[in-house]
């Protein structure tokens, strides 16, 4: 994608009034007028879903079975809901055309590919379907996007569908509120030290069940010794363990361990005698 046809598009469009609109939870569509895009591909509705760590775009077009290669569609997301900053208000850029996908971040005034960004995108039965992990957009709680489908003719805009016809749509995450169990620690002896694990459940206040996934962090210390740890996820348990060495035994153990699912952190602190 060229960042040249992307500014021609964008400034073409010129979208106007900025206008948040209910933050609902989980899944949420937006619909757009069938029959308003001359030329251009015709998005008539967008389903964004929160699919935990991954945001999911389906936009379908009612008027394509496959893109054209001088068809462009690019889904332009405010992240901190300035519209004073980015590119338009945009912050982050996912594009499409016939040739692939990218996303990128604005910086000032263009537009820069995110570096390991791992989105995936298809086109069936004329719903594009767009997957993003939500980190390669800062983790946001919320955000403000909108659409614009184009036919572009050397770098000439033909004709564009944006979507919605003005401002932007509105997404927030569902926020959840985790449940820690408490911590349990369990031991082996070495020859070389003492092998403790320490596990808490995480699971969601509201559901109760234990939540499918989560990275874990976790901090040790003896003294001003750190400990080498190794930290996982299974079945709703965090758990992380470390090696006391024999000559640290009797010592006093100190650090936490954390757990982060769809950005949110429950954490207990790690205290004991070795
Ligand atoms: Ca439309
Ligand atoms: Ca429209």
Redesign the pocket.
Known sequence: MHVARLSIAFAAVALASLAAGPALAGSKSFS??????LSAP???SVVVSDEGTSLRFAVTL?NRTTVAADNYLFIGMNVDRNRENGLFGWDYVASFTAAGHALSRANGTSLQLVAGNTSRASFVNGVLTFSLERRFIGNPAAFDFALVASHLVGGVLQAA?P?PNTGMWSYAFETVRLRAGPLTRSLVATASGRTYTVRFTVADAATGKAVASASVSCRVQVGTTTLKARVKFSRGVASCTFTVPLRLVRSRVTGAIQARHRGVAASRPIAFTA
């Open positions: 757009d007028p069938a029959g308003d895009s015709d998005v008539t009612a569908d979507a």
